[in-house]
């Protein structure tokens, strides 16, 4: 069955800092990937996400995140972290079987 | 264009009740999922429906079901509520001709089920 790992489950960086999130996936095909958002006592928006082609995806928010097959790994980064980006990340793994597999989530905490 | 919305936001109950949650997805939207988001154990998949079917089910047990309306919103009924079904219970929507996977969930603010 697939499973969706982030072994973070808290991340405090400085305001301005670079971020990475870190995100590994088990499934046998070519996955559908995502990354989501969730800030507090809302519901989750869409990052960004990847299905084929060009391995490294932008999303919004200045969010990117690369596709490694031979890590298994979907990983988010931004270049500059803002207060504003404090929230819970969820990376998700989508099938055939059309559910969205969710990974733990991890919590992004910026200190000024 | 209205997102998709869930109603109540709150509901606290008590054990053994029964509770119903609904959902409204974005207009054109035929598919509706739900999750359960309970504390530290993340995002888990309840349902989905699809042109008023039942498409697929999660590892949940028969208390929680759920149906499609015509209109193609929804409701989740919890029966026999446990302490442990207390958490956020989150539904999205899509648009899947084909039932073709939707590439994106558009997800409401949740309703938070809290069982005394």
């Known amino acids: 069955a697939q499973s969706v790992t982030q072994p973070d489950i808290h991340i405090t960086v400085s305001e301005g800092a670079s971020l990475e999130l870190r995100c590994n996936y088990s499934?046998?095909?070519?996955?559908?990937l995502f990354w989501y958002v969730q800030s507090p006592g809302q519901g989750l928006q869409l990052l960004l996400k990847?299905?084929?082609?060009?391995?490294l995806v932008q999303g919004i928010k200045g969010f990117e995140a690369e596709f490694k097959r031979s890590q298994s790994s979907f990983n988010l980064r931004k270049p500059s972290v803002h207060w504003s980006d404090a929230a819970e990340y969820f990376c998700?793994?989508?099938?055939?079987?059309?559910?969205?597999?969710f990974g733990a989530g991890t919590i992004l905490r910026v200190k000024s | 264009e209205a997102g998709v919305t869930q109603s109540p936001t709150h509901l606290i109950k008590t054990r053994g009740q029964q509770a119903t949650l609904r959902c409204s997805p974005i207009?054109?939207?035929?598919?509706v999922y739900w999750y359960q988001q309970a504390l530290g154990l993340g995002l888990q998949f309840l349902l989905w429906?699809?042109?008023?079917?039942?498409?697929n089910r999660g590892n949940f047990p028969p208390r929680f079901s759920g149906r499609q309306f015509p209109n193609y919103s929804s409701e989740l009924n919890v029966n026999a509520l446990e302490l442990e079904d207390s958490a956020l219970y989150l539904c999205?929507?899509?648009?899947?001709?084909?039932?073709?996977?939707?590439?994106?969930?558009?997800f409401g603010e949740g309703s938070r089920l809290t069982v005394l």
């Open positions: 499934y046998g095909a070519t996955p559908y």
């Open positions: 429906y699809d042109e008023g079917e039942e498409r």
């Open positions: 999205a929507s899509a648009n899947q001709p084909g039932l073709a996977f939707p590439g994106e969930l558009f």
């Open positions: 207009s054109g939207h035929t598919s």
């Open positions: 998700a793994v989508g099938h055939g079987g059309n559910k969205l597999v």
């Open positions: 990847y299905f084929s082609g060009d391995t």
